[in-house]
């Protein structure tokens, strides 16, 4: 982080410091987080030093899923406990719905307090059915489309035939291997992903509906499944697995025209992935009007920590979470988008983005942030995830017919229900 905004980071903590209660006695906190979530806690470990001098912070991360297994397993026996837990989306239903997390509703926290501050679909999927607040947001992953400027052009099709409808998205696809030999996405399956985020109706997750009953055996799965097989068959993706050196390498030798991830994915290419292709890229809303969120994370406290270090704990999650400075801090270097309104609504958020052009991108974002509607999060949200990547791989990799596929995904999520 620069001199100039530490100083405004610093700045901004001078109200803090008045509202947040001062610890004589010496605290080591300890965080666990997974990359790069935990680049955050990096970033506070010296500013938080200056709100909370008597505070050290310890930064402990695992990779994204040995964090979550360890968690599982810290909350369930009360070995091994951290103070403040940082948790992905994929996995907030599990961890909240254990009970091992403290009620941030009841005093003597003030969590209900800043539901006007957050970003409301966020802040609904971190509450349990019975008003349990298990945890804050800190940031999110509002779904965008990416796509090459200079391919499309070559290839002559614009922004508005790749967002008119999924149809037409993959029409233009088609358009775009002939004429470029460019391929449309890395792999059908991000179809998947954003297609089932959207629309879900109200009081619905993504998997699962109120009533803990699966949903995978729905025209919401069944669509995703054909427009993915619709690309697989064209030969308009990679089978690139996302995260992987060769999805990686994808991006700087344009090999794909387009992908579709949260907001966060604008900051990866331009600072590891594809750096070369500055002034390449473009962003746009996600095709047929959809508003999706593609991850997004949390902080937690252990409910079996002793009252003061859950005192203590509960000043940090504060601290990253609602403190305009702090995350306007990560929003700059990180690109972590914020779930703090007034921070996403900062001027900041106007400025164009050099390595999309420079695009405004940040606003597109802040309205699908806005639109995105809350979903239901379930602990066995991972499980049925693992199941429907698996039948989609056999609808796309051994041709097995979608509604069987579709069928026997939802019962043997229903068999896990009943376990």
Known sequence: MSPISRRHVLAGSAAWLASTPSRAQALTLTVASFPSFDDAVKTAVPLYRQVAPNVTLKLSSLAYPDHHAAMVTALSTGAGLPDVVGIEHAYLGRLIDSGGLEDLSKPPYDGLALKGRIVPFAFAQATRRDGALSAIPADLGPGSLFYRQDILAKAGVSEAQLTKSWESYIEAGRQIKARTGALLVPNANTLLRIVTRADVPPGEGIYFNKDDKPLLNTPRFEKAFVLAREVRQSKLDGKFTRFTNEWAEGFKRGTYATEMAG????????????????????????????????????????????????????????????????????????????????????????????????????????????????????????????????????????????PRALADAQRQVERRVRR
């Open 263 to 402: 907001a966060w994915l604008g900051g990866h290419l331009a600072t590891y992935l594809a750096p070369n292709t500055k002034g390449l890229w473009r962003a746009s809303q996600l095709p047929a009007g959809a508003f999706a969120s593609w991850g997004g994370s949390f902080y937690g406290i252990p409910a079996r920590l002793p009252a003061e270090r859950k005192r203590a704990a509960w000043d940090f999650v504060r601290y990253m979470t609602t403190n305009r400075e702090m995350q306007l801090a990560a929003f700059k270097s990180l690109d972590a988008y914020p779930a703090l309104i007034e921070a996403a609504k900062d001027p900041f958020a106007e400025q164009p983005i050099e390595f999309l052009g420079g695009q405004k991108a940040r606003l597109l974002w802040r309205e699908a942030a806005a639109r995105i509607s809350p979903l239901e999060v379930n602990r066995l949200d991972p499980i049925a995830e693992e199941v429907i990547d698996k039948e989609l791989d056999l609808v796309l990799e051994a041709g097995k017919d979608i």
